[in-house]
């Protein structure tokens, strides 16, 4: 029997809201239930300092696509689940770079 596929990706949606809160973002919330308008502009966690998508699905088209739904100037990821394959994060160039450069700077002598 197969899952319905809005209870798969809400269950996901709660996963991925967990793993916030295992890390200290205690306030973070589906946007479900928090913030129409956030949820609609294709966010689907609140409190977060970025912008954060889940989909769980098979066949999902164009991640591109997915980001440039999301709000301009902030921070986007989208999470994507594919049964058996994992999660990959997707981010822009710039927001890869800036995490990066912050968790590797060149000034720390481990990443020389």
Known sequence: MSINSR???NSYELQIINKFKERGWVDCVSSRSESKRTDDAGV???YLPVN???KAVEKLGSLHAVLTKMPKGG???VFHKKNRQGTIVAMSEELFFKLFDTHYPLDKPENL
Do not use: L, R, Y
Request: with cysteine; glycine share 8%.
């Open 7 to 9: 209870a798969k990706g």
């Open 44 to 46: 689907d966690i609140c």
């Open 52 to 54: 954060v998508q889940c």
């Open 75 to 77: 921070d986007n990821v």
